[in-house]
Antibody
Framework: QVHLVESGGGVVQPGRSLRISCAAS????????MHWVRQAPGKGLEWVAV????????YYADSVRGRFTISRDNSKNTLYLQMNSLRAEDTAVYYC???????????????WGKGTTVAVSS | DVLMTQTPLSLSLTPGQTASISCKSS???????????MYWYLQRPGQPPQLLIY???KRFSGVPDRFSGSGSGTEFTLKISRVEAEDVGVYYC??????????FGQGTRLEIK
């Protein structure tokens, strides 16, 4: 059974950094691209970033480009999001999500983790 | 960016009624490869989103046939026949025809009376 478990969230001051992780199991992690999607309190879904199955291509939302870095370690079946220069507006639940189709043929998500909460506050 | 606009933003129905949610995109979601990159998700209270429909009208594994998607180009509809209590939540449309960014609709909240 496909399982995604996010961790590493917490309270962080504005301007500081945080790295969150997503541990994957139940599928061939190295064959699938992965996303980060976030949801601010009481708001809708906002796509953050995607990384190809092999890590060779990454795309970001304008709101995080230059501050956040998506990466993966296929030997550890783990996805990461390094978040620098955090702002109050980055406060959200961060979900990792698996792309439904192996390879690079589409980008839609079929399985989501339960999320980890990041709160940026002084 | 492709703007996704959902209507209505909220629905309140009694069990057994039919729900209809519209999603309009600011540009066509049909790709030159012939596929239309349009999806529907449901987020139940306190839960992560779950995939309902992919490529406009294909039901994801385990999704009841009460859920159906239709549309083309820039106008799409999700219909839920015979709504049940378990259908409560927020429904989102999403596009992946042009990225970055991937964009979602604002969400439609379904309440069962």
């Amino acid at each position: 059974q496909v399982h995604l478990v996010e961790s590493g969230g917490g309270v962080v001051q504005p301007g500081r950094s945080l790295r969150i992780s997503c541990a994957a199991s139940g599928f061939s992690f190295s064959n699938y691209g992965m996303h980060w999607v976030r949801q601010a309190p009481g708001k809708g879904l906002e796509w953050v970033a995607v990384i190809w199955y092999d890590g060779n291509n990454k795309y970001y939302a304008d709101s995080v480009r230059g501050r956040f870095t998506i990466s993966r370690d296929n030997s550890k079946n783990t996805l990461y999001l390094q978040m620098n220069s955090l702002r109050a507006e980055d406060t959200a639940v961060y979900y990792c999500a698996k792309i439904a189709v192996p390879g690079i043929y589409d980008y839609y998500m079929d399985v989501w983790g339960k999320g980890t909460t990041v709160a940026v506050s002084s | 960016d492709v703007l996704m606009t959902q209507t209505p933003l909220s629905l309140s129905l009694t069990p057994g009624q039919t729900a209809s949610i519209s999603c309009k995109s600011s540009q066509s979601l049909r790709h030159s490869d012939g596929k239309t990159y349009m999806y529907w998700y449901l987020q139940r209270p306190g839960q992560p989103p779950q995939l309902l429909i992919y490529e406009v009208s294909k039901r994801f594994s385990g999704v009841p046939d009460r859920f159906s998607g239709s549309g083309s180009g820039t106008e799409f509809t999700l219909k839920i026949s015979r709504v049940e209590a378990e259908d409560v939540g927020v429904y989102y449309c999403m596009q992946t025809v042009q990225l970055p960014p991937i964009t979602f609709g604002q969400g439609t909240r379904l309440e069962i009376k």
